[in-house]
């Protein structure tokens, strides 16, 4: 097809902004394309989308930066660079840089001769699409030049409207405004159904030239019947966001399932028949090369023969299995040394869906039905397991775990609806799903000074000693100490190895007299020595007996993220913060949210 058609289409799409007018010239061109040639309407679609293949194929970019269109520009116009430079200073885009420069090479008298003898055949979009994917996949060393002068070669060939518009998707300025709502409606007027078939289809297959081809190669019928498939991404479903508990139970119909909102990275994983496990983020980008361990668990724990289910990859302390705060994900994601990142930020998934299992999409089922075959494919391991949830029906049920979620490391949390309608809405941001996150919070900006009242072995590195101590600060009224948090990062090596003597004498066979816990630790230790801990928060805890029903009935306070500084040995244990000074910087710090 030519390409000139194309080129005429986006011109036509730049002058308007009304919408009907938009689809009704792309319903025109995709038509052109149905009459000449079906096989490359994908093709087009993802043209039009300024791109030359989904993001998520992970295949390489075109790679040619602004100063190297600047010299593809200038040897296919037969000017200096300088000249190109000059030009883009006046006119801001470099698409119109190179539509002046090609027609006045044109209309040069020895311009001319070349003009026509290179423009003796019109462009044709299999072309350019060609040259540009081979440009993409030029790598390695030399691979610039050649870049170049690929490019400089289709832009010799291309009218000076053409060249505008190589240059500019070769920019990624396409910007046509042209939304993937308008494609599919462009579709779905052609096919002559509703636009929720179309749309559906996507949803499930978040592939828009995939889904143009099955509607023109395979018609309607085979739309309807599309299903997600495994490597290929679903769009995600989203939640609604409510502040009010109350307000969340009745919205899920009295009763959800609320699950912990991890804050980690949201990870859809694809295990295909051929046993190669794939992850796409939230933005359904492919993220696998950044988690090989999450390949690894998800090989070794999911039991089908595929599946596609859905989770977060959360950070995690290594040597106590508690989670870590969102930024430590990120280094991970920003490390070059994927094996280097995944020994300092370990991670975990926890997973809270499942959409296809071996070839049966459950997009259709209710969430609790979806959940049972999670459940029946997976091997639970502390790496690669089901998300933290109960079914609650009170809002005291939904405020205890929210608290509890929070103390754990998580965001808040996500009730879901659980009755017959409780489908996957790929794609879209629905009441279905409603995330509760806090208010308000309460940031700690100083340290406190807490007792040993308890020790957990330790995992990993720390195997064979002490991985955690159970903190917990000075009830002056009850002369007792109340637990505020579990305490297993900010630990040197040395720290570490010291532990096992110093615990030593004061470990006792039962929880102290004087001591309040709600937890149960492995050792027990008498209350002597005091740290110094900060944290990044101090949250409301349904597990922590510091401060309990001070602020709210049945709650405590805890001391979220917690980290050892230092051993205060000219502390006793009468010299900890008190639980009533805890209590007054959590009222004190107490601050709203953003959002
Ligand atoms: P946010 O910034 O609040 O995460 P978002 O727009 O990315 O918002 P939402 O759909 O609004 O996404 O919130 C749900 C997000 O929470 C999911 O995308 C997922 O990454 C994360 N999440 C964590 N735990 C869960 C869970 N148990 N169930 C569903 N989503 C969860």
Redesign the pocket.
């Known amino acids: 097809m030519k390409f000139k058609y194309i080129v005429e289409t986006f011109e036509k799409i730049e002058v308007t902004s009304s919408r009907i007018q938009i689809v009704a010239t792309l319903s025109a061109l995709f038509k052109k394309v149905i009459e000449e040639n079906k096989e490359i309407i994908d093709k087009v679609v993802y043209f039009v989308q300024g791109r030359l293949w989904p993001d998520w194929y992970g295949y390489p970019e075109i790679g040619i930066g602004e100063k190297g269109i600047i010299k593809a520009i200038a040897l296919a116009a037969n000017v200096r660079e300088r000249e190109v430079e000059e030009l883009l200073k006046s006119l801001g885009d470099l698409g119109l840089v190179a539509e002046r420069l090609i027609a006045k090479k044109s209309s040069r008298p020895s311009g001319l001769l070349s003009f026509t003898q290179t423009q003796s055949k019109d462009l044709t979009f299999e072309e350019v699409y060609e040259t540009l994917k081979r440009i993409a996949f030029l790598q390695g060393e030399g691979s610039r030049d050649l870049k170049i002068k690929k490019l400089a070669g289709l832009l010799k060939r291309a009218s000076p409207k053409e060249a505008k518009y190589i240059v500019r998707f070769v920019e990624g300025k396409l910007r046509l405004g042209v939304g993937d709502a308008s494609i599919i409606e462009a579709i779905a007027s052609i096919l002559g159904v509703p636009k929720e078939i179309v749309e559906r289809a996507y949803n499930l297959r978040a592939d828009l030239g995939n889904i143009a081809k099955i509607a023109f190669t395979q018609g309607p019928e085979a739309l309807k019947a599309i299903r997600p498939q495994p490597g290929i991404p679903v769009r995600?479903?989203?939640?609604?966001?409510l502040h009010d508990p109350v307000e969340i139970l009745k919205k899920v119909g009295g009763k959800g399932l609320a699950?912990?909102?991890?804050?980690?990275?949201?990870a859809q994983i694809h295990l295909t028949k051929e046993g190669k496990v794939i992850i796409y983020s939230?933005r359904l980008e492919n993220i696998t090369h950044s988690y090989p361990d999450v390949v690894k668990y998800a090989k070794e724990n999911l039991k089908a023969e595929e599946a596609i289910v859905?989770?977060?990859i959360v950070a995690v302390d290594p040597n106590t299995g508690e989670l870590r705060p969102f930024q430590e994900l990120m280094h991970r994601r920003r490390k070059h040394d994927v094996h280097i990142a995944m020994k300092e930020y370990p991670v975990h998934v926890?997973l809270?869906?499942a959409i296809l299992v071996n070839g049966e999409d459950l997009t259709n089922k209710p969430l609790l039905e979806r959940r049972e075959r999670l459940i029946s494919i997976l091997n639970q391991t502390d790496e690669f397991r089901l998300?933290t949830?109960e079914i609650v029906d009170t809002v005291e049920e939904l405020e205890r775990l929210f608290h509890q979620a929070i103390a754990d490391g998580?965001?808040g949390?996500?009730v879901?609806a659980i009755h017959k309608g409780s489908i996957y809405q790929a794609g879209a941001?629905g009441w279905l799903?409603i995330?509760y996150?806090r208010d308000y919070k309460s940031e700690m900006i100083e340290p406190v000074d807490l007792v040993v009242v308890g020790a957990f072995y330790g995992r990993g590195r720390r195997g064979g000693t002490f991985g955690a101590l159970l903190m917990a600060g000075y009830d002056e009224d009850k002369d007792a100490f109340m637990t505020v948090c579990k305490v297993g990062s900010g630990f040197t090596d040395e720290d570490l190895a010291e532990l096992p003597d110093l615990l030593k004498e004061y470990i006792i066979p039962n929880k102290h007299p004087r001591v309040v816990s709600e937890i149960k630790p492995d050792v027990w230790i008498q209350p002597a020595l005091v740290a110094e801990i900060i944290g990044a928060e101090i949250t409301l805890s349904p597990i922590h007996t510091c401060a309990i029903d001070k602020v709210e009935k049945g709650t405590g306070l805890a001391i979220r993220f917690p980290r050892f500084i230092k051993w205060r040995p000219d502390k006793g244990p009468q010299d900890a913060t008190t639980c009533k000074e805890l209590l007054e910087m959590y009222k004190r710090q107490l601050r709203r949210t953003v959002e």
């Open positions: 995600p479903m989203l939640a609604e966001r699950e912990y909102k991890y804050d980690g990275e949201r939230r859905e989770g977060e926890r809270f869906d998300a949830g998580c965001e949390l996500v879901k941001r799903w995330k996150k």
